[in-house]
């Protein structure tokens, strides 16, 4: 199981950019995936995720209304589109799979078994 994420970059306070996650190994319709994120000496924190049925999507309070996750089966990928971005939001961005966890569990990062890499999303103000 392999995924691999693009689409960061550097972009001014108050842009947009489009994250892509696209996994491989095996069929991920039926598993849970989420996005984390870290900046430098912090944790890594939960951003959003989406459930596996597509329906059920849990955002960061510091993300909603601007942050929107979605996913297509059919190509194995899951984005994460990042409107209005701030300073705050520079970090490595990683998406995470798991199959079918606990609605409680999906912001936690151990409950994700598989990861990326990362992609570098910087925000100038």
């Known amino acids: 199981v392999q995924l691999q994420a693009s689409g960061g970059g550097l972009v001014q306070a108050g842009g947009s950019l489009r994250l892509s996650c696209v996994a491989s190994?095996?069929?991920?319709?039926?598993?849970?995936m989420g996005w984390f994120r870290q900046a430098p000496g912090k944790e890594r924190e939960f951003v959003a995720c989406?459930?596996?049925?597509?329906?059920?999507?849990i955002y960061a309070d510091s993300v909603k209304g601007r942050f929107t996750i979605s996913r297509e089966n059919a190509k194995n990928t899951v984005y994460l589109q990042m409107n209005s971005l701030e300073p705050d939001d520079t970090a490595v961005y990683y998406c995470?799979?798991?199959?079918?966890?606990?609605?409680?569990?999906?912001?936690?990062?151990?409950?994700?078994?598989?990861w990326g890499q990362g992609t570098q999303v910087t925000v100038s103000s």
């Open positions: 190994g095996r069929t991920f319709r039926d598993w849970d």
């Open positions: 989406m459930r596996y049925s597509g329906g059920a999507r």
């Open positions: 995470a799979t798991t199959p079918r966890v606990a609605y409680s569990a999906l912001a936690i990062p151990s409950s994700y078994h598989y």
